[in-house]
């Protein structure tokens, strides 16, 4: 079964940094694509950033670029963000969701892991 | 940007069927797919490549394609279908990115 578990949010101070996780298992975590996306309180979907199964290939949103740097540990089955300079408008759920190399869907998430940041 | 554009909200009866709509210029040259969300959980993929259905979706879930309009129709809505539904594609046109529609709330009356 595959599993995606986020952990790392929590309440930071705007200027601040946080570092997420993703624990994923049930699948070949190095022939996957990764991706976060996140929700803000009460609204809709945002796609925030890409890896690929290596590593090699990055993307981010226009929203988050140069502030948050997303990486994986294939030895770990790991997928992480690092966010920088958080805003007030970073507060949100952040999903790990996996790829599907050929398509560009999202076919497991994780249950999600809450960032809020406010002083 | 690109934008996918989709009505705030759409009302059915059970057992009626619902249509909910997702408008984009690069539509016709990008697949759509299909993602329901209820309330403290997360999305689920109920439909991939405008019309592919997962495994594990029930068959009343189908997706179609037309122009710049991709359509989920859920027929014989059941109660347990109440949730939010986002369609989501992606921009390859320059540097890639995914895009989610913003999300129609399906009620069952």
């Known amino acids: 079964e595959v599993q995606l578990v986020e952990s790392g949010g929590g309440l930071v101070q705007p200027g601040g940094s946080l570092r997420l996780s993703c624990a994923a298992s049930?699948?070949?975590?190095?022939?996957?694509?990764m991706n976060w996306v996140r929700q803000a309180p009460g609204k809709g979907l945002e796609w925030v950033s890409y890896?690929?199964?290596?590593?090699?290939?990055?993307y981010y949103a226009d929203s988050v670029k140069g502030r948050f740097t997303i990486s994986r540990d294939n030895a770990k089955n790991s997928l992480y963000l690092q966010m920088n300079s958080l805003r007030a408008e970073d507060t949100a759920v952040y999903y790990c969701?996996?790829?599907?190399?050929?398509?560009?869907?999202?076919?497991?998430w994780g249950q999600g892991t809450l960032v809020t940041v406010s002083s | 940007s690109y934008e996918l554009t989709q009505p705030p909200s759409v009302s059915v009866s059970p057992g009626q069927t619902a249509r909910i709509t997702c408008s984009g210029d690069?539509?016709?040259?990008?697949?759509a797919y299909w993602y329901q969300q209820k309330p403290g959980q997360a999305p689920v993929l109920v439909i991939y490549?405008?019309?592919e259905r997962p495994s594990g979706i029930p068959e009343r879930f189908s997706g179609s394609s037309s122009g710049t309009t991709v359509t989920l129709t859920i027929s014989g809505v059941q109660a347990e279908d109440e949730a939010d539904y986002y369609c989501?594609?992606?921009?390859?046109?320059?540097?890639?990115?995914?895009?989610f529609g913003g999300g129609t709330k399906l009620t069952v009356l």
């Open positions: 969701a996996r790829g599907d190399s050929g398509s560009y869907q999202f076919d497991y």
């Open positions: 049930g699948f070949t975590f190095s022939s996957y694509e």
């Open positions: 890896i690929s199964s290596s590593g090699s290939t990055i």
């Open positions: 690069a539509l016709p040259k990008q697949y």
């Open positions: 490549k405008d019309s």
């Open positions: 989501q594609s992606a921009d390859s046109s320059g540097t890639l990115y995914w895009v």
